[in-house]
């Protein structure tokens, strides 16, 4: 199985990257889509989750904790996420009370923590770019869930039209350690309209990764090593779920590429 997988948006859970694909040893992925009145039950086993409302609404039971008409967003688009935490050895179900679409998003963990949810006026907005590389990048599990959580980092970005992130192209794959973390990570993409695009670019300096793929709306991605900027088309909106984890723990500090810092100074 590849790095890149195209859009799947079959009813029920679909696994994305399962706990055994052989590139990530921390993370996995899928997404839950629901009509409404539809159900879904699950236990989390050895990884702590978060369930990501994409678009509609739920009820959500996370051991004995539960929420009511959560989230209610028409698409990632339309105003910051709703998320449930739930911990390693524990269960949710999650019951539509609207057509609901999650992303459940998965960390290996061994220290349980208690289900939280997080909503849309405790995520964290930052403005973040210059130049041609604006975007808006939401913290929903970050600094502040230190304490919270085992491993898990996460959150939501938006390009601005025609424009890019994770750029200069930067990675965390810890060749530079202890300067660079190592952590890997998962994109989720949608566009805005559905019919726009983007592109995920790929590469390691040594060559043996260089590569890009067409970002087309519900697809993903996963990231064990290398830069990994994303750009997106003129007049589309860019949008990808991202949650990392790793060995070195939850500090961000990503590596620039050499090659690339002068774009800072231009």
Known sequence: MGRFVKANDQKG???IFADDYERLEYLAFGKLVLEAGDSYKAETNGYEHAL????????IIAEEHSWVKLGGRKSVFDGKATTVYVPCQSFF???????VQIAV???????KYEAFAVLPDEVVLHERGEKQ????????????ANGCVHRMIMGETINHPGEWSGY???KHDGEFSPEEPNLEEIYHYQTNPEQGF????????DGSIDTAYPIRHGDSFAIDVGYHPVGGAGGYEVYYLWFMAGESGRKLNPYEDPDHRWLHEK
Not at 52 to 58: F, K, R, Y
């Open 133 to 144: 590389w604006n975007r808006r990048v939401y913290d929903i599990i970050a600094d502040n």
């Open 13 to 15: 859970y679909i696994d």
């Open 198 to 205: 983007g592109v995920q670019f790929h590469y390691t300096k």
């Open 52 to 59: 990501v409302i994409l678009s509609g609404q739920a009820d």
């Open 168 to 170: 200069p192209p930067h």
């Open 105 to 111: 998003c998965k960390v290996k963990a061994e220290e």
């Open 93 to 99: 179900e999650v019951q539509a009370t609207t057509d």
